[in-house]
């Protein structure tokens, strides 16, 4: 297979999940062999290879740093470029934080794929896996396999200990219709954390519109008033175990949003894996463990 790059530049603009900055993003074709690279232009083009080395926090999202320049919450784009088949691209942002836009990281793929990708001149290198490798968490009991195959895959199964989201399966190859299957999935947050997220001066961008939300235990009139006031929206309820404020897409939609970030993560090994991956609570401190692994190999 040949490396593909995008067809155009594409704008974005918003606010950041969690530090609440607003930020104008344009994502760019590169040439072959660049990978995806940040360049944050505030910063005097500060330039960030998108690579597990240079992850500096894993707290809620995943950053990249070079120096002094960050670029948080990186997982959505990277998973939409890696999805739709991107090699080559490069990012710039005037700010610290990627847009969260709807939570998902469906205006991305939908972008791309409305234009189709531009087949470029050398061919695509994927990276092979020598051997298994295990990365375990005995503390959450979570753990990644990355296991020697002959083209890409993602299994991941997700245990929240909760009784409305049970546990939650969810799988990604080449073959899946990306956009429409997994682009779309939104991020997810429980009701009884969003006041402490809040407390902490993380999620200053949150809103209604960008997270599905899990009502696990009983709330009350007052606890639904503060939340409608907090986030600016009247009429909030609980249905079904969820805040009112989003349909679901899938039933395992929350499943489906913890894979769309591991397809992030696990790009900053450096490019398309040729690895069965396997993974049981992923999340972002062990997928970069992961991806970092990979590229020590």
């Known amino acids: 297979m040949q490396q593909h ?7 974005f603009e918003g606010k950041g999940l969690h530090t609440g900055l607003y930020s104008h993003v344009a994502i760019k074709p590169a040439p072959v062999n660049t990978g995806i690279k940040f360049i944050r232009t505030d910063l005097a083009d500060t330039v960030i290879q998108a690579v597990a080395e240079n992850v500096s926090s894993t707290t809620r999202s995943t950053t990249i740093a070079s120096g002094k320049a960050e670029v948080h919450t990186i997982e959505h784009i990277m998973s939409a470029l890696t999805g739709m088949g991107v090699d080559n691209a490069i990012i710039e942002i005037d700010n610290m934080e990627m847009p969260i836009l709807d939570g998902s990281a469906s205006f991305y793929a939908k972008a791309i794929a409305d234009d189709g990708l531009v087949e470029q001149s050398a061919e695509r290198t994927y990276i092979n896996i020598p051997q298994t490798i295990e990365i375990k968490d005995e503390k959450s009991g979570s753990w990644v396999r990355v296991e020697p195959s ?3 895959s993602i299994d991941i199964t997700v245990d929240f200990g909760s009784k409305v989201l049970g546990v939650q399966s969810a799988h990604w190859d080449e073959t899946v219709d990306y956009a429409n ?10 009701f009884h954390e969003i006041e402490f997220l809040f407390a902490n001066n993380l999620i200053k961008g949150g809103d209604v519109d960008n997270a599905i939300v899990i009502v696990e235990h009983p709330v009350s009139d007052e606890q639904l008033d503060r939340m409608s006031k907090l986030f600016n929206r009247s009429g909030l309820s609980v249905h079904e175990g969820y805040l009112n404020n989003l349909q679901l ?6 499943g489906r949003h913890k894979l769309l970030d591991m397809i992030g993560d696990m ?3 450096g490019g398309y894996l040729n690895a069965k991956i396997t993974a049981f609570k992923p999340g972002h401190t062990i997928n970069t463990k992961a991806a970092k692994a990979i590229r020590e190999l």
């Open 5 to 11: 790059t995008i067809y155009n530049t594409y704008y």
């Open 150 to 152: 002959d083209k890409p």
């Open 181 to 190: 299957q997994i682009a779309i999935c939104r991020t997810f947050v429980f």
């Open 249 to 254: 897409h899938f039933p395992n939609e929350c």
């Open 267 to 269: 790009r900053l090994s």
